[in-house]
């Protein structure tokens, strides 16, 4: 636009210079014409007699030369101002299509950036969430699974009382069992022949009351530790006796700070087993014993 601006500015003072160049040459034109007009005299040469008519003809001569010379002036000057006129003209009309055609194009390359932004989010978009949700689904498979897994496996849970035990008084890791979602859990009447028939047993020794509080009274450490011992390998041994081939064992027992050499000696007599020593740790052994009954049962 400046450009533009500055090439108008230079061709209006070419314009009146060129109307000074044209005045002054008809200047230069008037005074010639006066001048060969005028009779040069010399002192020597008579003055010559100019009639009155004469004078009046050249008067009229000159008067009508300056007419025409003005009428030029006037035609010129109105052509430049006539072009001044229809540069603005041209000038605005070509400002206008530029802006319209910038406008347009402007518009469509906002348009086609907007849209470009647009397809461009929606597809990082759907790939971000395409990610996340395959994650989300590859995790829910997995846990659907796992779940799947803990709803083929029975589970028996034995307390070696001499008494049957009624369902008000099951113990709590017993009813934590139930909610777990395996396929069956069920306590097993230990006071008559024990039957095994789930896939992981569990024998429930703290619950179960090795020592008597007389016993713990009566008696000293080291041999409460091995009334201990021998009490829980003879109730190991019935266990043992009654399991089936593929059986996964857990035995819940806190024995305190003395190891008990009976669970230790539990590898050569049964292929797989844990024990715990907490409710937790009950919930966690049992469902890991889960999973290795059902691969056990596949191969």
């Not at 430049?80 to 530029?98: K, Q």
């Not at 086609?112 to 759907?126: G, H, P, T, Y």
């Not at 007389?214 to 829980?232: D, G, Y």
């Not at 009976?262 to 007599?269: F, H, P, V, W």
Request: aromatic share 8%.
């Amino acid at each position: 636009m400046l450009l533009k601006n500055n090439f108008d500015m230079e061709l209006f003072f070419m314009h009146l210079e060129n109307l000074y160049n044209l005045a002054g040459v008809w200047l230069i034109q008037i005074s010639g014409l006066f001048m060969a007009q005028t009779p040069t005299q010399t002192p020597s040469d008579p003055k010559p007699s100019v009639s009155p008519v004469a004078d009046v003809e050249l008067l009229k001569n000159q008067i009508q030369f300056l007419q025409d010379a003005n009428t030029r002036l006037n035609n010129s000057f109105g052509s430049f101002v006539g072009a001044i006129n229809l540069s603005f003209v041209v000038l605005a009309l070509i400002l206008g299509v530029t802006g319209a055609i910038s406008v347009y194009l402007f518009s469509q390359s906002l348009k086609e950036a907007r849209q470009l932004i647009r397809e461009e989010v929606e597809k990082r978009l759907q790939v971000s969430v395409g990610e996340v949700v395959g994650q989300q689904v590859n995790n829910l498979q997995q846990i659907l699974e796992r779940e799947k897994v803990l709803g083929a496996i029975s589970i028996d849970y034995i307390i070696p009382q001499k008494q049957s035990i009624a369902p008000d008084d099951y113990p709590e890791e017993y009813q934590l069992l139930t909610q777990r979602g395996f396929q069956a859990t069920r306590i097993v009447d230990a006071a008559k022949r024990i039957k095994v028939s789930g896939d992981v047993v569990i024998l429930d020794l703290v619950n179960y009351q090795l020592v008597t509080d007389t016993e713990k009274s009566n008696l000293q450490e080291a041999e409460i530790n091995k009334v201990v011992e021998e009490r829980v390998a003879e109730q190991l041994q019935k266990i043992l006796n009654a399991l089936p081939n593929k059986v996964v064992l857990v035995v819940y027992i806190r024995p305190g700070k003395q190891r008990i050499n009976a669970i230790d000696g539990l590898s050569q007599k049964v292929k797989y087993y844990a024990s715990a020593n907490t409710p937790v740790n009950l919930i966690g052994t049992v469902v890991d014993s889960a999973y290795v009954a059902d691969a056990w049962k596949k191969c």
